[in-house]
Each structure stands twice: as structure tokens, then as C-alpha cells.
């Protein structure tokens, strides 16, 4: 079981430049999400989507777009990085509402310079 | 808003020995769930055990117990007999149930534990 699959694992990217973070998961889950962890703030909620069809914000969505492309993927989407976007980004999934437990992914280490 | 508090962002605890980590929650909510995640150096965010607000009676895995306080916004995670592999950061984690909707997981800042050989 590959549960929850995030690409790529690292990324350094300078400062303007773009990228797509991707996120798959293969546990017909409903639900998607993606936070982001620096040292000292805990897991904050950039968006999600509740279900196929739908995104919401979270705590800290500006700089970041998010795209549920089908029911397993859910890419998020730096326009412009900058260096407060560093960190780590997370990926998460579960099936509500029968279930209450989250599986994440194991992280993107994005250091944008 | 609901939000998650852990007091202690270090602690440690020698091998063998029992720890207990704080977590305070703030919710106007009835029912709720509440969780305890480890993180060790991999990064994997790994489910330790999960509380639903509306069960009186603490949850217990293995090594791990939780002391479940709803009238305090209490949730404490116990870990006895310390192994080196406990050695990770802990989130404690909320959530609404789901008749209040899909709604995220909430995580305080995390407490970052070392065990001790």
C-alpha cells in the first residue's frame, strides 16, 4: 500500500521561480490536505478539499494555489516563492465521515533562497 | 476558532521511565475528537491514539494512555517504560466530529521528546 505519495521529497528553489508540489493518495479517500511545519509553529493548514469538486482556505493560503485534479490528486501550487516558504510541506488524506484518522504523506523540504 | 496549546516544547526522559505531555484545547464544541501524533527524525506523521470527547473512559495503546480531563480542555499523553524509538515530536491534534462537517484537523506547536539511554 502506497497510502499517501508527495513529489518531490526536496526542493530548493530561488526566489520568483514556480513550482507544483504533488500529492496522490490510493485509499479512495475524500478528503485532501496540505500544511506546512516550521520549527516552533506546529502544522498549519494551507487548504483543503473537502471533497472532489471543492477547496477551501485555511489558516495561511496566500502565496499558495491548490488544484484537486480527480478524487486521489491534490497538487499545491507556488506562484512566486519566496523565502518565508520555506519549510515543510505536508499532504494529508481521510475518508469522511466514517473515519477520523488523517495519513500524511512524508513531507516536501522546500528551501526557497 | 478552535486552538490547541502544548506547554512544553522540550522534555526528556531517561529509558524505562514514565513521561506525561501537556495539551490544552479551547472549543465551544459538545463533542469532539482529539489526537496524539508522533513525528520521529524520518518526518512520517504517525497516529499514536485518538479520543472521542463524548467517551468518558481513556484510551489506552499499549505503552501509550491519555488522561482525558473534557471539563479541563484537558488531554495529557503518558508513555511508560520510554523506549529509544519514542524519541520523536509529539502534536497533539482536535477536531470537530463529523455531523459539524469536514473539517480539518487542528495541531498545537508540538513537544519535542527525547529519551535517554
Known amino acids: 500500500n502506497a497510502g499517501v505519495t508527495q513529489t518531490p521529497k526536496f526542493q530548493v528553489l530561488k526566489t520568483g521561480q514556480s513550482m507544483t508540489l504533488q500529492c496522490a493518495q490510493d485509499m479512495n479517500h475524500n478528503s485532501m490536505y496540505w500544511y506546512r511545519q516550521d520549527p516552533g509553529m506546529g502544522l498549519r493548514l494551507i487548504y483543503y478539499?473537502?471533497?472532489?469538486?471543492?477547496?477551501d482556505k485555511g489558516e495561511v493560503p496566500n502565496g499558495y494555489n491548490v488544484s484537486r485534479l480527480n478524487k486521489r490528486e491534490f497538487s499545491l501550487r507556488l506562484e512566486s516563492a519566496a523565502p518565508s516558504q520555506t519549510s515543510v510541506y505536508f499532504c494529508a488524506s481521510k475518508f469522511f465521515p466514517e473515519n477520523t484518522e488523517a495519513f500524511f504523506g512524508q513531507g516536501t523540504r522546500l528551501t526557497v533562497v | 476558532a478552535q486552538t490547541v496549546t502544548q506547554s512544553q516544547p522540550e522534555m526528556s526522559v531517561q529509558e524505562a521511565e514514565t513521561v506525561t505531555l501537556s495539551c490544552t484545547y479551547d472549543t465551544s464544541e459538545s463533542n469532539y475528537y482529539l489526537f496524539w501524533y508522533k513525528q520521529p527524525p524520518s518526518r512520517q506523521m504517525i497516529l499514536v491514539i485518538r479520543q472521542e470527547a463524548y467517551k468518558q473512559q481513556n484510551a489506552t495503546e499499549n505503552r501509550f494512555s491519555v488522561n482525558f480531563q473534557k471539563a479541563a480542555k484537558s488531554f495529557s499523553l503518558k508513555i511508560s517504560d520510554s523506549q529509544l524509538g519514542d524519541t520523536a515530536m509529539y502534536f497533539c491534534a482536535f477536531m470537530k466530529p463529523p455531523n459539524s462537517g469536514n473539517t480539518p484537523l487542528v495541531f498545537g506547536k508540538g513537544t519535542r521528546l527525547s529519551v535517554i539511554a
Open positions: 478539499s473537502a471533497s472532489e469538486g471543492t477547496t
